[in-house]
């Protein structure tokens, strides 16, 4: 997966499948792809990387779930993705702060700015995937 400028930064790819299915299928389409990320990652990369892929992809799903019920329009895919990255991160330091210890804070500006440019280019290909979905949908029904 491509990293960001910042070190074990990524560009949250995978992230995309969460906000996609959050936007079509609702809280439980999205939390059921969180934790089948989660899980992978579990499989994949350890205990470790499972635990910190799903404080930081169900507490992000949740909280982008809450900012599509307050208004959508409002915030856009860009800020969702955007609100989504950073809350993310902040799911996988908590779990940092318990393994690694208090040092995990002076990562904490870094991560939040790597988020901030991660999740605006995750809600811009997202925003370009629901208009996908929603034209293939509409295509099926005639």
Known sequence: MPELP?????????????????????????????????????????LTAGLMSFSGSMLSTFVMWLVLKCDRRKFGCVGIGIIGAVVHNIGQLMIAFFVIGNTVRYYVPYLIIAAVFAGAFTGIVNSVLIILVSSAENTDHR
Do not use: E, H, Q, Y
């Not at 059921?32 to 579990?42: E, G, P």
């Open 6 to 46: 910042v070190p074990d930064a990524k560009l949250g790819l995978s992230n995309l499948a969460v906000m996609t299915s959050l936007c079509t299928d609702g809280i439980t389409g999205g939390l059921c792809t969180a934790a089948f990320k989660a899980f992978f990652a579990l499989l994949t990369r350890g």
